[in-house]
């Protein structure tokens, strides 16, 4: 039987109604079973892990991502896979620190969270455990990544975005398609989840904080850049430019974009485009851009490209390795 460990980080999921009060409050996650008593169903064993504090996700920083990247670490010989329950804000983010974290994972690392609160009839969430969990504990399929499940879908993590606020289906993977489905069955897509590891399960314990994400719009001005340019200790920019990578041609914006290179800010260049890939060069409008060095960021999200700068920019030194990184397929970010 496999040995799942759930983590609880807070997030709308871990709402329950106070029996007294009738307002909804985080849930005591040891009570898993009391709150969930499907879960003793599965055929699994699972402990649980509470974070302390339990935040909205709104609060999410690199230190809790080390944090959590360090418990799956200490835990990892101890379980078979992770399920972790997380608010729907950041979980993108999350999800993608995760994946360049956990270096030659061979175990899954589900995370999900829910649109209602576990404590509301219609909940999204008791669906969502249920299935992360499933998953998680599948005896035939291992999933060796960092993946997103909701509504009925499992994600590659770090190729999702949150689309929606309103509606169950939260998340958008625009390059990639769907792991897996759950229906009557859960179907996996096996020629699209990555292969077991061949080296070392690894974790990285560094992140660079020195990072933003600077998106291009037609009311950007010299002023916004040169406030850009005036952050202390900037190193590295995501920068989301328009369709296949373009950018204003005005001498202001360009000359701005070659000074921060000149000081040595890394500059990666992403689509605001839910789907679809930067190529510069296509456009005259990205061929200064590439000129000056900005760099390609292709098809990846701007959740999982600023997540692969704060983890390039944070554990390697030399320039010409960072950008070879940076511009690499590490953890199946990019296609
Ligand atoms: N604000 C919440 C969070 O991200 C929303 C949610 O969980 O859906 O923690």
Same mark, same amino acid.
């Given at each position: 039987? @496999? %040995?799942?460990?759930?983590?609880?980080?807070?997030?709308?999921?871990?709402?329950?109604?106070?029996? =007294?009060?009738?307002?909804?409050?985080?849930?005591?996650?040891?009570? =898993?079973?009391?709150?969930?008593?499907?879960?003793?169903? #599965?055929?699994? %064993?699972?402990?649980?892990?509470?974070?302390?504090?339990?935040?909205?996700?709104?609060?999410?920083?690199?230190? @809790?991502?080390?944090? !959590?990247?360090?418990?799956?670490?200490?835990?990892?010989?101890?379980?078979?896979?992770?399920?972790?329950?997380?608010?729907?804000?950041?979980?993108?983010?999350?999800?993608?620190?995760?994946?360049? /974290?956990?270096?030659?994972?061979?175990?899954?690392? *589900?995370?999900?969270?829910?649109?209602?609160?576990?404590?509301?009839?219609?909940?999204?969430?008791?669906?969502? *455990?249920?299935?992360?969990?499933?998953?998680? $504990?599948?005896?035939?399929?291992?999933?060796? &990544?960092?993946?997103?499940? !909701?509504?009925?879908?499992?994600?590659?993590?770090?190729?999702?975005?949150?689309?929606?606020?309103?509606?169950?289906?939260? !998340?958008?993977?625009?390059?990639?398609?769907?792991?897996?489905?759950?229906? =009557? %069955? #859960?179907?996996?897509?096996?020629? /699209?989840?990555?292969?077991?590891?061949?080296?070392?399960?690894?974790?990285?314990? @560094?992140?660079?904080?020195?990072? *933003?994400?600077?998106?291009?719009?037609? $009311?950007?001005?010299?002023?916004?850049?040169?406030?850009?340019?005036?952050?202390?200790?900037?190193?590295? *920019?995501?920068?989301?430019?328009?369709?296949?990578?373009?950018?204003?041609?005005?001498?202001?914006?360009?000359?701005?974009?070659?000074?921060? #290179?000149?000081?040595?800010?890394? #500059?990666?260049?992403?689509?605001?485009?839910?789907?679809?890939?930067?190529?510069?060069?296509?456009?005259?409008?990205?061929?200064?851009?590439?000129?000056?060095?900005?760099?390609?960021?292709?098809?990846?999200?701007?959740?999982?490209?600023?997540?692969?700068?704060?983890?390039? /920019?944070?554990?390697?030194?030399?320039?010409?390795?960072?950008? &070879?990184?940076?511009?690499?397929?590490?953890?199946?970010?990019?296609?």
């Amino acid at each position: 039987m @496999k %040995n799942i460990l759930v983590i609880y980080t807070g997030g709308t999921i871990g709402m329950v109604k106070d029996s =007294i009060t009738g307002a909804l409050k985080p849930f005591d996650m040891h009570k =898993i079973y009391e709150v969930l008593p499907v879960l003793k169903k #599965i055929d699994c %064993n699972i402990e649980t892990y509470q974070c302390n504090p339990i935040i909205d996700s709104s609060d999410m920083n690199a230190d @809790k991502w080390l944090l !959590f990247a360090s418990l799956i670490r200490d835990n990892y010989a101890k379980y078979d896979g992770f399920v972790i329950l997380h608010g729907t804000d950041t979980m993108s983010y999350t999800a993608s620190a995760l994946s360049f /974290l956990l270096k030659n994972l061979s175990k899954p690392v *589900i995370i999900t969270g829910s649109q209602l609160p576990l404590g509301m009839i219609r909940t999204d969430g008791r669906d969502n *455990i249920i299935s992360a969990v499933e998953i998680a $504990a599948n005896n035939e399929i291992v999933i060796p &990544e960092v993946c997103i499940f !909701f509504d009925n879908k499992l994600y590659r993590g770090n190729r999702t975005t949150k689309i929606n606020a309103e509606y169950f289906e939260a !998340f958008y993977s625009g390059n990639l398609p769907s792991l897996a489905k759950v229906g =009557i %069955n #859960i179907s996996y897509k096996k020629h /699209l989840i990555l292969p077991p590891p061949e080296e070392e399960f690894f974790v990285y314990d @560094k992140l660079c904080r020195d990072v *933003i994400i600077m998106k291009i719009h037609p $009311a950007i001005s010299k002023e916004y850049l040169d406030a850009v340019s005036n952050i202390p200790n900037l190193k590295g *920019i995501v920068m989301e430019t328009y369709g296949s990578g373009n950018a204003p041609t005005k001498d202001f914006f360009l000359q701005g974009i070659k000074r921060m #290179i000149d000081k040595g800010v890394m #500059i990666m260049n992403v689509t605001q485009c839910k789907a679809g890939s930067v190529e510069m060069g296509h456009y005259q409008a990205s061929c200064d851009l590439r000129d000056m060095g900005v760099i390609s960021g292709k098809d990846i999200t701007t959740e999982a490209a600023l997540a692969k700068m704060m983890f390039v /920019l944070g554990n390697f030194d030399d320039r010409n390795k960072q950008k &070879e990184l940076a511009e690499s397929n590490l953890r199946g970010e990019i296609s």
